[in-house]
């Protein structure tokens, strides 16, 4: 097991699933942390955070000094529940809000600033410095935690990410489902080339494509990974 950078004393297990959006990573984490006694910390929910105030201030997505200026007297706050993530968004809930159309997208192109990801890095550090968590991302295993004790890799694909998010949403005139696809595709390109912490998976990571699998197939892979490198002493079910 690893070691805390305070020290010789041990640190409870972190699990780091990264993969592109759509690709189920809430699904897995929320799944994981359930089945393990976990805390699930969701920090996609964080650049969404920041996004939403972005919007309500009416910021340029491209401004990165003007982001940084915002994330200097912005809190965010994730409570970990049950059934997901209560969002605070200094102080006040935007569970639901961060989880609008518009404010995914504009996530997306808040995220590519290199200060800004490393602002939020150390907030997402601080968050599970003493282990025992499920953290999902894009670069959970490559930035945030590179020591991770384990490392998914949740990946499909964008034909069947757009496919599953295009029966999860109300489809409209506007948002039909090639729509959605074609916007799976640009985020991925922008992940996969920004310049600070790129969407790829660790050397170490178990990578799991689950463009031909159930849901249960892949919870259950993903359970038989954590297993294969988590002592059963340190799992709580």
């Known amino acids: 097991m690893s070691e805390t950078t305070t020290g010789t004393a041990k640190r409870l297990p972190i699990i780091a699933i990264d993969g592109p959006a759509g690709a189920?990573?809430?699904?897995?984490?929320?799944?994981?942390?359930?089945?393990?006694?976990?805390?699930?910390l969701e920090t996609g929910a964080m650049y969404r955070a920041l996004a939403l105030k972005a919007i309500e201030n009416d910021l340029d997505f491209g401004d990165e000094p003007a982001l940084m200026e915002l994330a200097a007297y912005t809190r965010i706050t994730l409570q970990p529940q049950f059934?997901?993530?209560?969002?605070?968004?200094?102080?006040?809930?935007?569970?639901?809000?961060?989880?609008?159309?518009d404010v995914t997208a504009a996530a997306s192109r808040v995220s590519v600033h290199p200060?800004?990801?490393?602002?939020?890095?150390?907030?997402?550090?601080?968050?599970g410095s003493k282990g025992g968590v499920v953290m999902e991302g894009r670069d959970i295993g490559t930035a945030v935690f590179p020591d991770a004790e384990v490392k998914i890799f949740l990946d499909a694909a964008p034909e069947v990410r757009g496919n599953r998010r295009y029966h999860q949403t109300s489809p409209t005139k506007a948002v039909t489902e090639e729509s959605i696809i074609a916007d799976?595709?640009?985020?991925?390109?922008?992940?996969?080339?920004?310049?600070?912490?790129?969407l790829k998976a660790a050397e170490d990571a178990v990578i799991l494509d689950s463009t031909a699998m159930t849901l249960n197939e892949v919870l259950t892979a993903a359970e038989e990974v954590v297993r294969a490198h988590v002592p059963e002493p340190l799992l709580h079910k």
């Open 184 to 198: 799976l595709k640009e985020r991925d390109s922008r992940d996969r080339n920004r310049a600070e912490s790129p």
């Open 83 to 101: 059934e997901g993530n209560r969002v605070l968004l200094d102080g006040v809930d935007v569970s639901r809000r961060v989880r609008d159309e």
């Open 24 to 40: 189920g990573k809430s699904t897995m984490a929320a799944h994981l942390a359930r089945r393990f006694g976990f805390l699930n």
């Open 115 to 127: 200060q800004l990801r490393t602002w939020m890095v150390d907030q997402q550090r601080a968050l």
